[in-house]
């Protein structure tokens, strides 16, 4: 296709969307695709690694229980394809790009994946298309990676295209709140965007809200995420707190939580992984730097949580100091790697760098974790899961993460013991939820 053209519209009528063409099969890629197949609409899941779409036509992604049956119906049905060729999009009523927004290892935004995403979305636009960016970005992502270069082609946004941000809300592994009970804002660059941006993502979402713009909706994410990592940095510095008085912080926040107003609670832990938290608050620290904004609370927030994984090597260096013991040469388990429990996912899991921190300081470390069998640290190295816990002297055992159904009454056995979690209890299975 040209770089410019005259624009012939040939769209559908609104809410007659016949495809879907979802760009990005990951954590929320595919969650998106499952759920629009089911809401009646012919999908094709496009994703660059092939070894991707092996895992999902294998069935070997993480998933929960509900969209593993959605997952079980849609694959082999004609109207559920899975492909790495990105022209696809050109065929689709809709594209949709759902690809991942990290941080490097100075906590910068890495926007090579969403910008690769949106240049192809852009060059293999046609008329009557309705684009939808889920991606959390920075504000003006949506203006600045496909508004912009779309007008260049000779589109008229809101006339013969239309593009809308409506950043996504799943969380992995939570059965509580689905994709289908979360309710979705939606920030379209004409009230037409918006209108049928809606009527997709209606399918997905029984709620939604729409918001004036993609940039307000772009920075309701942000902050949506800055305020959960800032009462998380909270939540471990009250952990701190309690420990110097011989208080129990579960308690503490369990007793707080019971004032219907005002509250919210958040627990403390060995630190913050995962595709959201970690990284979302930096893409707003990074954009304020050029309106010369400072944000000090947000800013200590952030220090505060990358920190916290060397707080609990220290705090593990202490226990084994109590006993007469030092990290050179002693036996020490992680209990759980993944970044949460119920999931697979090691994404920027603090037991990550706690490991690798361990390592340095001369300790022989080993992990357990029922669901995350094998992994590769940052280093590249892999790293295989204990097979027998229990059956091991352990100088110290941290618990990191436990994964809900699993017996750990074991634990009980172990001379030393550290809860980074504050609410493990070994007796009951799969410990707390």
């Given at each position: 296709m040209p770089e410019s053209l005259t624009i012939e519209k040939t769209s559908p009528s609104p809410g007659e969307h016949t495809s879907v063409a979802v760009v990005g099969m990951g954590y929320v890629g595919l969650p998106t695709a499952l759920g629009l197949h089911a809401g009646g609409v012919h999908v094709v899941g496009i994703d660059r690694d092939a070894g991707r779409l092996r895992a999902i036509e294998t069935q070997t992604v993480d998933l929960i229980e509900s969209d593993h049956r959605q997952l079980e119906n849609s694959l082999g049905h004609e109207g559920f394809e899975l492909t790495t060729d990105a022209d696809r999009m050109a065929d689709a009523d809709v594209v949709i790009v759902c690809v991942p927004t990290p941080v490097d290892r100075h906590l910068l935004p890495d926007l090579g994946p969403l910008q690769g995403a949106c240049d192809e979305v852009v060059r293999y636009a046609r008329p009557g298309q309705t684009l939808i960016l889920t991606s959390t970005s920075f504000v003006g992502t949506t203006t600045r990676m496909l508004v912009e270069p779309l007008i260049d082609r000779g589109f008229t946004i809101g006339t013969d295209i239309y593009v809308a941000s409506s950043p996504e809300r799943i969380d992995p592994g939570n059965v509580t709140h689905t994709q289908r009970d979360t309710p979705r804002v939606?920030?379209?660059?004409?009230?037409?965007?918006?209108?049928?941006?809606?009527?997709?993502?209606?399918?997905?979402?029984?709620?939604?809200?729409?918001?004036?713009?993609?940039?307000?909706?772009?920075?309701?994410?942000?902050?949506?995420?800055?305020?959960?990592?800032?009462?998380?940095?909270?939540?471990?510095?009250?952990?701190?707190?309690?420990?110097?008085?011989?208080?129990?912080?579960?308690?503490?926040?369990?007793?707080?939580?019971?004032?219907?107003?005002?509250?919210?609670?958040?627990?403390?832990?060995?630190?913050?992984?995962?595709?959201?938290?970690?990284?979302?608050?930096?893409?707003?620290?990074?954009?304020?730097?050029?309106?010369?904004?400072?944000?000090?609370?947000?800013?200590?927030?952030?220090?505060?949580?990358?920190?916290?994984?060397?707080?609990?090597?220290?705090?593990?260096?202490?226990?084994?100091?109590?006993?007469?013991?030092?990290?050179?040469?002693?036996?020490?388990?992680?209990?759980?790697?993944?970044?949460?429990?119920?999931?697979?996912?090691?994404?920027?899991?603090?037991?990550?760098?706690?490991?690798?921190?361990?390592?340095?300081?001369?300790?022989?470390?080993?992990?357990?974790?029922?669901?995350?069998?094998?992994?590769?640290?940052?280093?590249?190295?892999?790293?295989?899961?204990?097979?027998?816990?229990?059956?091991?002297?352990?100088?110290?055992?941290?618990?990191?993460?436990?994964?809900?159904?699993?017996?750990?009454?074991?634990?009980?056995?172990?001379?030393?013991?550290?809860?980074?979690?504050?609410?493990?209890?070994?007796?009951?299975?799969?410990?707390?939820?």
């Open positions: 939606i920030g379209g660059v004409t009230p037409e965007c918006a209108a049928r941006a809606t009527r997709v993502i209606e399918l997905l979402a029984s709620v939604t809200h729409q918001v004036g713009s993609p940039e307000v909706a772009e920075m309701t994410k942000l902050y949506e995420n800055t305020f959960r990592a800032v009462n998380i940095a909270l939540a471990n510095e009250f952990a701190d707190i309690c420990a110097g008085f011989s208080l129990d912080p579960i308690e503490v926040i369990e007793a707080a939580r019971t004032k219907p107003y005002g509250f919210m609670a958040f627990h403390p832990g060995p630190g913050v992984g995962g595709h959201c938290i970690p990284c979302d608050p930096h893409y707003l620290l990074w954009q304020l730097r050029a309106t010369r904004t400072t944000a000090p609370l947000v800013n200590q927030a952030m220090n505060a949580i990358a920190e916290r994984p060397k707080g609990v090597v220290d705090r593990m260096q202490g226990v084994l100091s109590d006993a007469g013991k030092g990290f050179g040469g002693s036996n020490i388990l992680i209990v759980g790697v993944s970044y949460k429990p119920g999931v697979l996912d090691v994404r920027s899991s603090s037991a990550l760098e706690i490991i690798d921190q361990l390592a340095l300081r001369g300790a022989k470390v080993e992990y357990y974790d029922p669901l995350v069998t094998r992994m590769t640290l940052p280093s590249g190295a892999g790293m295989d899961s204990t097979m027998e816990p229990a059956a091991q002297d352990w100088d110290l055992v941290l618990i990191h993460t436990v994964q809900p159904g699993h017996d750990y009454s074991w634990i009980a056995d172990c001379p030393l013991v550290l809860d980074a979690t504050y609410r493990f209890d070994p007796t009951t299975v799969g410990g707390p939820v």
